[in-house]
Nanobody, 117 residues
């Protein structure tokens, strides 16, 4: 499956962005999809994931932040809605798909998000 991430850009602190990840070339509902992010010199960080049917969100820890994830299986698309953005949210955001939460085998190319005044 091929993944195409888009929607990144420059936003002011406190602003919002919605990222999109469009899949092609496979059966979209076979896959769990997740968003990760990475900044130079740091390890890649899991942001949020979503189940095949879109009914369950996978969180990185017990704390729920201001981001939400959703998917439209008719459009083969997963969205990451990012609200109340902070400068520390600046990163390249990647979407990934896999058949388990421990093995994301397919990755998109990344989209840059910059939060700055």
């Amino acid at each position: 499956v091929q993944l195409q991430a888009s929607g990144g850009g420059l936003v002011s602190p406190g602003g919002s962005l919605r990222l999109s990840c469009v899949a092609s070339g496979g059966t979209f509902t076979d896959y769990i999809v997740a968003w990760f992010r990475q900044t130079p010199g740091k390890e890649r960080e899991f942001v949020l994931g979503i189940s095949r049917d879109g009914l369950a969100t996978i969180y990185p820890d017990l704390l729920k932040g201001p981001f939400t994830i959703s998917r439209d299986n008719h459009k083969n698309t997963v969205y990451l809605q990012m609200n109340r953005l902070k400068p520390e949210d600046t990163a390249v955001y990647y979407c990934a798909a896999g058949q388990s939460t421990t093995n994301y085998a397919y990755w998109g190319q990344g989209t840059q998000v910059t939060v700055s005044s």
